[in-house]
Every structure is written in C-alpha cells, then in structure tokens.
C-alpha cells in the first residue's frame, strides 16, 4: 500500500493488492479485496455492511471484489457483495448496492445509482446521474448518458419486480426512460427523451414518447455519412482501436471456436 492519508479504516479481514493508494476518511470493510494499483480516493466506503448488520449479531460481511487497475473517485459507496472486474473507473458519489456483478473495463459516472442484483458487461460506460433498478442487466458495450433510467416496477408500488435486460452495443441516450420488464436487444439505439414501453428486436432505433421503433441500420448519421452500428465508426478506449471493429470480432470468434478443442487438447494430455 502507498498512501500517506489521514483517519483510515482498514480491517484486518481486507485483502490489499500491490501499490494500492488509500484516500483521507475512507472505510474498508471485512473481506474486502483489492486489485493491484487501485486507487480509492478520499471519503469513500467500500464493502458496505448490509441491512443485517444492523440486526443480527453474528453478522459476517460477504466478500467484496475490485479488479485491479481501478479508479474509485471520492465519496462513492460500493456495498458488500459486489464483484468487479479490472480497470474500473468512477466519478463522484457513485452508489453500488449489493449483489452487482461488473465486467472488466467499465466506467460509472458521477451521481450513478446502481440499486444492487445487477449485472453489467464489459466495456460498459454508464454517464453522469444513470439509475438502474434492481435486477436489470446490461450486456457488453452498453452505453447509457446522463439521466437515463432503468425501472423495475409495471405498476408502483407493488412486489412485482421485473428488471430489464439491454443487449450488446446498445445505447441509451440522455433522459430516456426504459419501463419495466422491456427487453432491449443488441445493437439498438434509445434516442434522447424516449419511454420504451415494449421490448425491441435488434438493431432498433426508438425515439418518441412512447417509442416508435425503426431500423438503426438506416440511420445516418447527418454530414457524416456514417451508418449504425457504432462500432465501424468509433474505436476510443474500444479493444478494436487501430484495427478495426470487424478485424477484431472475428479474432474473438475465431478464438471461441479454438477455445474448446484448446480445453479437449489439455484433457487428453492430463489424461
């Protein structure tokens, strides 16, 4: 650990990679693990006692995981019971509760409210002031920007949760609202200010209140010239940069289709 900071609390149950640096007044709960070369910056609390820690006295803090080369910035909150993957990045107050499992190279802006049992892919990049119900999932390469929210209720209040799933490569854009129970599909783009009230195929475009729906892949993009999806015109920070979305996605298929003779080939050896 690297740090010469003020009115720590680590517990002994923590587990501290290597050149982690540890901000002023930040908490680290029991069993909590840290990645090598992360950073939480000051005013932070990580691995969150749950509700039972207030009520039972035998209470044990499930384990709580972030991946290494992370960036958690000042005064965020990421309870007990998450698993996060490497190279994870927040703005400010960011909120995690519990039971959220993110994938590797996600971002999760200032003011982001992840409301726990969530899953979310790799490459993610959730924007400033997102909210995400309970029990939703995003897949890999989904973007959502600012005040755009995910619900969970059909008919509030009720007990009737029902969270929403959006596919890979999807993006939501600013204020738009998808209700509960939708199931976005991949490659979709959710336009500024649109209510999805009903699951969309692939490849959508929604816009309006409630959505009308049309094929992305006729977009263009004005000026520019450049169609839907996003991947064959934008590569930053993307594991595509300077070869190409299409270059690298039949790698990736390509090595899932090694992969299990690679797994049969290491059996017979063992064997």
Same mark, same amino acid.
């Given at each position: 650990?690297?740090?010469?900071?003020?009115?720590?609390? /680590?517990?002994?149950?923590?587990?501290? !990679?290597? %050149?982690?640096?540890?901000?002023?007044?930040?908490?680290?709960?029991?069993?909590?693990?840290?990645?090598?070369?992360?950073?939480? +910056?000051?005013? +932070?609390?990580?691995?969150?006692?749950? &509700?039972?820690?207030? *009520?039972?006295?035998?209470?044990?803090?499930?384990?709580?995981?972030?991946?290494?080369?992370?960036?958690?910035?000042?005064? $965020? /909150?990421?309870?007990?019971?998450?698993?996060?993957? &490497?190279?994870?990045?927040?703005?400010?107050? @960011?909120?995690?509760?519990? %039971?959220?499992?993110? !994938?590797?190279? +996600?971002?999760?802006?200032?003011?982001?409210?992840?409301? !726990?049992?969530?899953? @979310?892919?790799?490459? +993610?990049?959730?924007?400033?002031? @997102?909210? /995400?119900? *309970?029990?939703? $999932?995003?897949?890999?390469?989904?973007?959502?920007?600012?005040?755009?929210?995910?619900?969970?209720?059909?008919?509030?209040? $009720?007990?009737?949760? *029902?969270?929403?799933?959006?596919?890979?490569?999807?993006?939501?854009?600013?204020?738009?609202?998808?209700?509960?129970?939708?199931?976005?599909?991949?490659?979709?783009?959710?336009?500024?200010? $649109?209510?999805?009230?009903?699951?969309?195929?692939?490849?959508?475009?929604?816009?309006?209140?409630?959505?009308?729906?049309?094929?992305?892949?006729?977009?263009?993009?004005?000026?520019?010239?450049?169609?839907?999806?996003?991947?064959?015109?934008?590569?930053?920070?993307?594991?595509?940069?300077? /070869? !190409?979305? *299409?270059?690298?996605?039949?790698?990736?298929?390509?090595?899932?289709?090694?992969?299990?003779?690679?797994?049969? @080939?290491?059996?017979?050896?063992?064997?």
């Amino acid at each position: 650990m690297k740090f010469n900071s003020r009115n720590i609390y /680590i517990s002994p149950l923590a587990r501290i !990679g290597k %050149n982690v640096r540890i901000g002023d007044n930040t908490a680290i709960y029991d069993n909590v693990v840290l990645g090598d070369n992360t950073t939480i +910056c000051n005013d +932070c609390e990580i691995g969150e006692p749950l &509700n039972a820690y207030y *009520q039972d006295s035998g209470y044990e803090n499930p384990p709580t995981v972030i991946g290494a080369d992370s960036l958690i910035r000042s005064h $965020s /909150i990421i309870y007990a019971k998450c698993t996060i993957g &490497n190279n994870f990045n927040t703005g400010h107050r @960011v909120t995690i509760r519990e %039971n959220t499992v993110i !994938g590797d190279h +996600c971002s999760i802006g200032t003011l982001t409210d992840i409301e !726990g049992e969530v899953t @979310v892919g790799n490459y +993610c990049r959730l924007h400033s002031n @997102v909210h /995400i119900s *309970q029990t939703s $999932s995003l897949g890999d390469f989904v973007w959502m920007y600012p005040f755009s929210v995910i619900t969970n209720d059909p008919y509030p209040p $009720s007990n009737d949760i *029902q969270g929403v799933h959006v596919g890979n490569y999807t993006q939501v854009c600013v204020h738009a609202t998808l209700l509960a129970g939708v199931h976005v599909g991949e490659n979709c783009l959710v336009g500024a200010h $649109s209510v999805v009230n009903k699951s969309l195929p692939d490849y959508s475009l929604a816009t309006g209140d409630p959505a009308s729906v049309r094929d992305v892949r006729r977009y263009i993009v004005m000026g520019k010239g450049k169609p839907y999806p996003w991947m064959h015109r934008f590569d930053r920070g993307m594991p595509w940069r300077d /070869i !190409g979305y *299409q270059v690298w996605a039949e790698a990736q298929a390509n090595r899932a289709l090694l992969e299990p003779l690679e797994v049969a @080939v290491a059996q017979s050896e063992r064997a």
